[in-house]
């Protein structure tokens, strides 16, 4: 098991490693192998990518991300130039149905609205978080069905069966309703999130608990 010393340096490392990230102005410190991240990144796509380079590492049980977004001057957009962008770009994607509002203020994007799917509320978020002059996201977009939940804990335990990643066996499902929460413990974050992503792609799930611990 590695010290916090070394899933420190592991982390500055990974971070340092990644294109899309600056790592200059982020500060990492751990304790007992829960990471905390620091400074100030010039986009809220530079925070997703920090906070996503740090959760694939071996060894990171809990990430607490409290860097902040200090755009460049010449990275500034008008909170009504950054709705219109926003609009622009979820009306250009196929994944995104109609509906969707957005409301940006301070440079803080929030989405509303209703899908039939989990990965059509991640690809609204896509599309704005990547933005210029974006600071935030905050999907308030619900998940509705337009199926009736039927044998969900059977399709999910068999998605786990077929998936390369998982060992579906110390993931435990229960199921209420349109609800799935997951149980249990894995060795990665990346596993737990593929798990996620298992239960979410069941017809009629509307929310998804995800409780898995990660041990190593």
């Given at each position: 098991m590695k010290t916090d010393r070394e899933l420190q340096q592991d982390v500055i490392d990974e971070l340092s490693w990644a294109p899309d990230v600056d790592a200059t102005e982020i500060g990492v410190t751990v304790k007992d192998g829960v990471v905390t991240l620091a400074g100030t990144v010039d986009s809220y796509a530079e925070k997703w990518a920090a906070e996503a380079a740090a959760k694939r590492l071996s060894g990171v049980k809990g990430l607490a991300d409290e860097l902040q977004v200090k755009l460049p001057g010449d990275s500034k957009r008008s909170d009504a130039d950054i709705a219109r962008a926003a609009e622009n770009a979820l009306e250009w994607d196929a994944s995104v149905p109609e509906g969707i509002k957005v409301t940006v203020e301070n440079g803080y994007v929030t989405l509303q609205g209703q899908v039939d799917w989990q990965y059509q509320k991640e690809a609204a978020e896509d599309e704005v978080e990547c933005l210029t002059g974006v600071t935030g996201v905050d999907n308030e977009i619900t998940v509705k069905p337009s199926v009736p939940p039927a044998n969900i804990k059977a399709q999910i335990q068999a998605a786990?069966?077929?998936?390369?990643?998982?060992?579906?066996d110390d993931i435990d499902v229960q199921v209420d309703g349109g609800t799935v929460t997951l149980t249990g413990q894995?060795?990665?974050?990346?596993?737990?999130?593929e798990a996620e992503n298992d239960a979410w792609a069941a017809p009629g799930v509307c929310n998804v608990k995800n409780l898995i611990s990660v041990a190593y």
């Open positions: 786990f069966d077929r998936d390369a990643i998982l060992c579906g894995v060795v990665s974050w990346a596993e737990s999130d």
